[in-house]
């Protein structure tokens, strides 16, 4: 995600790479949500508050505070800040489900959380004081604790199909960002449509989208909102792997 959205960011502006992200994935989504859209309608009518609430804190807020954060961070930065989801999500679990940390559970956060110092300090020490915040990386953050309240909120999710939850909730992000995408195209910013921004689109749609949001919207329940998120430092490995190929790609 990070990766992508950073490659085109000079092409594509925030809200219209989160606007034209969500209205990709609908169309991917619609074939798969549509037998089951009708049956769900009247749960989604029941439960607006909620839909609004996911949609905004999740499909919505979470991207577009990201992409606009990019616009001042690397990929790598972006990716390590979003490593601190388990460090947000423990206490607003806490403090709302009363859930708790076991021990062996901390042990893992600070063994994974170790693991990313080396990566971003390429095992010197030193270069951690080179580390300093941004305003992109403000905003990073701004997103990272809005998505902690979207995984821990996830047991409120209304009754419905999981295909036809994402529909309704990356329904409720494209309203969102039409506003501000139109205060984009009014201030003269403008789409470059190229192969490359339409391949890095297509990625954001199919994959952080479509694929990402199914698989982590079945597991949260599953396994809970801690446990869930002590797979986030293992992010910047796959970013720092993601931005040399890009690197070696041009």
Not at 75 to 97: E, G, H, Y
Not at 174 to 191: H, K, M, R, S, W
């Amino acid at each position: 995600n990070w990766v992508a959205s950073r490659a085109v960011y000079q092409e594509v502006t925030p809200f219209a790479m989160a606007f034209w992200r969500w209205v990709v994935a609908v169309l991917i989504i619609l074939p798969f949500a549509f037998p089951h859209l009708r049956r769900d309608f009247p749960s989604a009518l029941r439960h607006w508050r909620w839909i609004l609430f996911f949609g905004l804190a999740g499909p919505a807020a979470f991207p577009i505070f990201g992409y606009i954060g990019i616009r001042y961070t690397t990929a790598v930065n972006a990716a390590i800040l979003n490593s601190s989801v388990p460090l947000m999500t423990i206490p607003i679990a806490w403090l709302l489900l009363r859930h708790t940390v076991k021990p062996w559970q901390v042990a893992g956060l600070l063994c994974s959380l170790a693991g990313v110092a080396v990566i971003i300090t390429a095992g010197n020490p030193v270069n951690i004081a080179r580390f300093s915040f941004n305003p992109g990386d403000l905003l990073i953050l701004t997103g990272v604790v809005l998505w902690s309240l979207y995984t821990v909120m996830l047991y409120r999710r209304p009754p419905m199909h999981p295909m036809s939850f994402l529909f309704y909730t990356a329904l409720v992000a494209i309203a969102a960002c039409v506003p501000f995408y139109a205060g984009e195209l009014a201030a003269g910013d403008t789409f470059s449509v190229n192969l490359r921004t339409l391949v890095a689109v297509g990625y954001l749609a199919l994959f952080p989208s479509v694929i990402a949001f199914i698989c982590w919207n079945h597991a949260v329940p599953l396994v809970g909102p801690n446990v869930a998120t002590f797979f986030y430092p293992a992010a910047p490995v796959f970013a720092r792997v993601a931005a040399g190929v890009m690197a070696a790609l041009g």
